[in-house]
């Protein structure tokens, strides 16, 4: 069938299907990305909001207060995870879900998992503004500390809810000043309002995760959109060297047992034992501590994190083990032990839920390719149960992870209206 103008009948279905779909505000989402990059500013152009900080907090409350005023209801599991549900006309039906964190780097950027949250409020604002009514409810979930930085490992609380850390571990960890989680968070709820509680672990029909690349591949190949078809593997260790306190000035070097010393001479063993000439294995020690930290004694003890990634499963436990072989037993005189605190293998996404991103990404006409994320995210310990795909746009020369992190208000848009498509979609599909 073709119109008197040319067009295809199947060609002004999809422009009426277009028409008629929620629409985002990109104006709306870009305000509210400034409003929350206030919170916890550096005064550098980016934010230090570490999870369950007065920061974390306030730009929880921020958005719980956007929220309560579109009517939606919140509850929050055992790990404070958060979860803001739209409701649909059939509530016994698993939710489509979204979401990403608040919480960042000690020297973070205004868009590292922000943009995930609230391209989800605005999916949901953009639902209600179309006057969309759903047969499944849809859930909004801010995670609690993603990012690691205080408390190790990364993606606490999707792995607590998903089982993969028994929450016991999770609320005893400590950050470096000695303060563990379980008090963090309940200090954290008298900052929140009041919330109904949830049991943790939860199962969705579908999960989409929105987030900024974070690397500079879509930039590079001018793709506006990243069909995210899985999430390289990670392990992050705690290694403990421990030595012997003594005076700067009077212990000859031979009679010492110097924790740096023997931690940097660790560190170089390691970094030799992992040269990849192809450059794919991903090897940080991020954080490192000296005790007692004074000038003129000689270090007692030092912690430091192994950051531990590659894309392959087989390769990744064998240098895992490598970590274990080489951070045990005695080193220059020092003992040191190794403590594996996040052991996440590869995944794969969901093929349809890929599907149903790409088809988002294609009937809006936006450049896109398929990518594995080299950063990790909740979606990894989501994907174990419920089917998941991610969505990325990108950032300016892949900067992440510093306050310079920037993206264009343009590409935010384009990934919330993708998201956007796709969450309308699954409301539709059977998996
Ligand atoms: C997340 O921030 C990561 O460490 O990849
Ligand atoms: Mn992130
Ligand atoms: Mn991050």
Known sequence: ????????????????????????????????????????????????????????????????????????????DAIGNLFIRRPGTHPELAPVMTGSHLDTQPTGGNFDGVFGVLAGLEVFESLDDAGFVTKRPIELV??????????????????????????????ETTD?????????????????????????????????????????????TGCQIGVVTGIQGLCIYEVEVVGFEAHAGTTPLSNRRDALVAAVDLIGKLQDEFQDPADVLRFTVGKFEVAPGSPNTVPGRVNFTIDLRHPNAEVLG????????????????????????????????????????RSAAVRRHLRHMNLVSGATHDSKFMSAQT?????????????????????????????????????????????
């Open 1 to 76: 069938l073709t119109t008197s103008a040319g067009f295809q009948h199947s060609e002004l279905m999809e422009m009426q299907r277009i028409l008629t779909a929620p629409h985002i505000n990109s104006t709306r989402l870009w305000e509210r990305h400034r409003a929350i990059a206030q919170i916890g500013a550096t005064g550098r152009g980016g934010v230090n909001r570490q999870a369950l900080t007065p920061e974390d907090a306030e730009a929880r409350r921020l958005v719980l207060s956007w929220s309560e005023a579109r009517n939606y209801s919140t509850t929050i």
């Open 142 to 171: 801010i995670w609690m500390n993603e990012e690691g930085s205080r408390f190790t490992p990364a993606t606490m609380g999707s792995a607590v809810c998903s089982g993969a850390i028994p929450l016991s571990n999770a609320l």
């Open 176 to 220: 470096s000043n000695g303060t563990t989680v379980r008090d963090a968070l309940s200090k954290h709820l008298t900052q929140l309002p009041k919330l109904e509680k949830r049991n943790l672990g939860t199962k969705g029909f579908a999960f989409v995760e929105a987030h900024i690349e974070q690397g500079p591949i879509l930039e590079a």
């Open 318 to 357: 064998r240098v895992g083990d490598a970590v274990m072989r080489i951070c045990a037993g005695e080193i220059k005189r020092c003992s040191v032990t190794a403590r594996p605190m996040l052991q996440s293998k590869p995944v794969e996404f969901h093929p349809q839920i890929i599907d149903i991103v």
């Open 387 to 431: 089917p998941t795909a991610m969505i990325f746009v990108p950032c300016e020369k892949g900067i992440s992870h510093n306050e310079a992190e920037n993206v264009r208000k343009e590409d935010l848009f384009a990934g919330t209206q993708v998201l956007c498509d796709a969450l309308v979609a699954l409301l539709d599909t059977e998996i």
